[in-house]
Nanobody, 121 residues
Framework: VQLQASGGGLVQAGGSLTLSCAAS????????VGWFRQAPGKERELVARINWSGGNTDYSDSVKGRFTISRDNAKNTVTLQMSSLKPEDTAVYYCAAGASTIATVRSVSHWGQGTLVTVSS
């Protein structure tokens, strides 16, 4: 599975942005997917995850209620809708896939390249 993340950019605080992760490979629908982010000088953290079917999602406390993760297995895509963005959401965002529930970076078997999200105050 190869992952391609896109959709990052510059947005003002309070604004919205949608990230997309396009996957190649017939087995993508069997993978759990997560969105991680890494701010300068900080560790990579998991902010949202979704299981293989899309029936189960989970969010970090820092983004709960503001971000929504979804997937379309027919199109091999996973989307992260971000709203009410804050300057502290500024980071490089990575989509990632794994054979089981994404919990930490150790759960990940496939990484996409990062896409930069910058939220100005």
């Amino acid at each position: 599975v190869q992952l391609q993340a896109s959709g990052g950019g510059l947005v003002q605080a309070g604004g919205s942005l949608t990230l997309s992760c396009a996957a190649s490979g017939r087995t993508f629908s069997s993978y759990a997917v997560g969105w991680f982010r890494q701010a300068p000088g900080k560790e990579r953290e998991l902010v949202a995850r979704i299981n293989w079917s899309g029936g189960n999602t989970d969010y970090s406390d820092s983004v709960k209620g503001r971000f929504t993760i979804s997937r379309d297995n027919a199109k091999n895509t996973v989307t992260l809708q971000m709203s009410s963005l804050k300057p502290e959401d500024t980071a490089v965002y990575y989509c990632a896939a794994g054979a089981s529930t994404i919990a930490t970076v150790r759960s990940v078997s496939h990484w996409g390249q990062g896409t930069l999200v910058t939220v100005s105050s």
